[in-house]
């Protein structure tokens, strides 16, 4: 396999857009009726992410040595989607029947052995991923709605009640489902995992989103949703760690803030822990009283409140890292930050030039679909906040 060859080559084909997830889909549901039904019933947004996943992960499989572990994840994952093994020979055809048409001349035997040795090679990881699975999860979790309380106009706490255990670590996520929607998003549990194995998720509702909306203002006690098995790493605490912490939230960022709030009591902390949580008027402040409660129960947790267009401080920024900075040295700490892509882009590179080191900084972004493991190449000066 020629890996320069094929990522030469799926750059060309990238440059046609939208075209190609076009032409991948019309070819597999062409083929394999089958298969539509896999996918949410509007296809609109849907449309360049199994494409473009799959053109990127193929194109580098010089890399796979690296890959292994997320990929057989991924195989794992790819069981909520009802995805078998006899699919990814379909997905494949697929694939490389697009890479033909938009290739043209350009498609030679040489690249078809080697996108479809790569291509093999990669689905046999998943495939061996998914049939591990079988033997410790289900495909998905279906679960109760305990409680279903609108904090605000778009946001809403949800208890959920699996109907069989859901393993996780504070600061991963889970997949979660309407089975109206037909569409798999990530959000995650506000607690550290709890004897009776229910879960709290705070969701906020994008205009126009297929599955917040539903979940924000389409459900109620005692609806059944689907959960799908935990991912990331992003934001773990290292069990039993010894160092302070510095949390950085905004919006439903703050969910697995809470969560490793809630590790760090459950361990009997020698930590300090300072939260700065913000939102951008006070009224969004959707979970103060939960915040209120555990600050008066943990005297190593101190809660500073941010508001991004605050009338009383006209002069200062309205982003919670720019008040933590203002307000100390966190240099030894480790920082975990978690909001939107642009709270989170901007809290890292603030962080950075302020002369944080990158393993220092754990971060999550909620607005990009998750699609694979931090690439660390920095390592923590002390790892007892770490990644696991
Ligand atoms: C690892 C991870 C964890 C997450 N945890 C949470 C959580 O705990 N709570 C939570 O509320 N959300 C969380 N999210 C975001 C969540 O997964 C969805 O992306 C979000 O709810 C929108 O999904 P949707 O189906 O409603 O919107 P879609 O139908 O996917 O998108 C509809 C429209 O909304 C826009 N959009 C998509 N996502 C966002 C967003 N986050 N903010 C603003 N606009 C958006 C799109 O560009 C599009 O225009 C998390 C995301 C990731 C990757």
Redesign the pocket.
């Known amino acids: 396999m020629d890996a320069a060859r094929l990522k030469q080559s799926w750059s060309q084909v990238a440059e046609f857009g939208d075209l190609v997830p076009l032409h991948f889909y019309s070819t597999l549901f062409l083929a394999y009726p089958e298969t539509r039904q896999m996918f949410p019933s509007n296809m609109a ?1 849907q449309r360049d992410r199994l494409v473009s996943a799959l053109g990127h992960i193929v194109s580098h499989v010089d890399q796979v040595d690296s890959l292994v572990g997320f990929l057989h994840d991924l195989g794992g994952d790819h069981r909520k989607f009802a995805v078998r093994a006899e699919h990814y020979p379909a997905v494949g055809e697929a694939l490389l029947a697009t890479l033909r048409h938009f290739l043209g001349e350009a498609w030679t035997d040489e690249l078809t052995q080697d996108w479809t040795a790569a291509y093999g090679l990669i689905s046999q990881v998943m495939i061996d991923g998914a049939q591990a699975a079988e033997a410790v999860n289900p495909p998905w979790w279906v679960a109760e709605i305990l409680g279903h309380e609108r904090r605000s106009f778009d946001v809403a706490v949800l208890t959920l009640r699996p109907q069989y255990l859901l393993p996780f670590a504070p600061g991963q ?1 889970i997949g979660v489902s309407h089975p109206a929607v037909r ?1 798999w ?4 549990p ?1 607690n550290a995992p709890r004897s009776d194995g229910t879960l709290e ?13 539903r979940l924000v203002y389409g459900c109620a006690v005692s609806d059944q949703i689907h959960l799908a098995a935990p ?2 790493d992003r934001l773990t605490l290292w069990p039993a760690g010894t160092s302070d912490l510095l949390l950085l939230g905004s919006g ?1 960022g703050w ?2 803030l809470k969560a490793l709030v809630e590790q760090v009591a459950a361990e009997g902390s020698r930590r300090r822990v300072d939260l700065y949580v913000g939102a951008r008027s006070p009224g969004e402040f959707y979970d103060n009283e939960a915040i209120e409660k555990l600050a008066a129960v943990y005297p190593w947790l101190a809660v500073t409140y941010v508001v991004g267009l605050d009338p009383q401080r006209p002069a200062e920024s309205g982003h919670v890292v720019d008040r933590a900075l203002a307000d100390g040295d966190w240099r030894s700490r480790h920082v975990y930050i978690c909001g ?1 892509d642009e709270m989170v882009g901007h809290s890292v590179t603030t962080l950075a030039r302020a002369g944080y080191h990158a393993g220092q900084l754990h971060h ?7 699609y694979g493991p931090t690439w660390r190449t920095a390592t923590a000066p002390d790892d007892s906040g770490g990644v696991r």
Do not use: Q
């Open positions: 947004g996520s569409a998003r990530y959000y995650s506000a998720l705070h969701v906020r509702a994008a205009p126009g989103g297929a599955v917040s909306s991912v990331g439903t969910a697995p939107s999550e972004g909620f607005g990009k679909h998750w």
